[in-house]
């Protein structure tokens, strides 16, 4: 089939999808829905952290009696939500940024800048989630546990940090769409995936 058969058959479904602006603004949120859900986990995590933090401070001052586990689930605990944090982060824009030319920025400039580097976050995230998983894996096959007296198994806190990645790229993946729809629509579609955090 020559160059003009090809032209003559007719978009598929998908690309039809794919060209579509509705379907990525539905992706984008699927993805904010994600991150959104995971840090509602961050406070029940974060309570889970103040009453071991609580329980422990009890212990040690008015039993004299300090627990041999309640440090080390803690430090299991602020790994989880520092590590499954980032993606949430970038949600609600709160990523640490140098801002002083960058808020002067119309909407169009800003997605310009950011379409620009996102390539070093997604290499950073990439990597992270292949030599975390890595990790993770070989904790697992190898049954590492912690050295302490519980015996912790280490691939599950290992394993927070090739998730925690993933959580990130696919916002940072969200957020490229979004600067791609800015540019191709000029509306502000950042302002609009910030509104939801």
């Known amino acids: 089939m020559g160059e003009a058969g090809l032209r003559r058959l007719p978009s598929t479904r998908r690309n039809m999808e794919a060209q579509n602006p509705g379907f990525w603004r539905k992706a984008c949120s699927a993805v904010d829905g994600l991150n959104l859900w995971t840090a ?3 406070g029940y995590t974060s309570l889970a952290l103040t009453l071991l ?7 040690r001052y008015f039993l004299n009696s300090p627990s041999d586990w309640s440090t080390e689930i803690n430090q299991y605990l602020l790994c989880l939500m520092s590590m499954l944090g980032g993606g949430y982060a970038l949600l ?3 990523h640490v940024r140098v801002d002083i ?3 002067y920025f119309s909407p169009r400039q800003r997605s310009i800048a950011e379409l620009a580097t996102w390539w070093l976050v997604i290499f950073f995230c990439l990597a992270l989630v292949i030599y975390g998983g890595q990790s993770a894996i070989e904790a697992l096959i ?6 302490s007296l519980m015996e912790y198994p280490l ?4 394993l927070m940090i090739p998730v ?3 959580l990130l790229l696919l916002q940072v993946l969200a957020r490229m769409v979004r600067n791609i729809l800015t540019l191709k629509t000029g509306e502000d579609e950042l302002e609009d995936g910030k509104s939801r955090g």
């Open 155 to 158: 691939w599950i806190p290992f």
């Open 164 to 166: 925690g990645a993933l």
């Open 53 to 59: 933090v609580s329980y422990e401070v009890f212990c």
């Open 40 to 42: 509602r986990i961050f």
């Open 92 to 94: 609600i824009d709160q």
């Open 142 to 147: 190898r049954n590492k546990k912690s050295m």
């Open 101 to 103: 030319i960058y808020r």
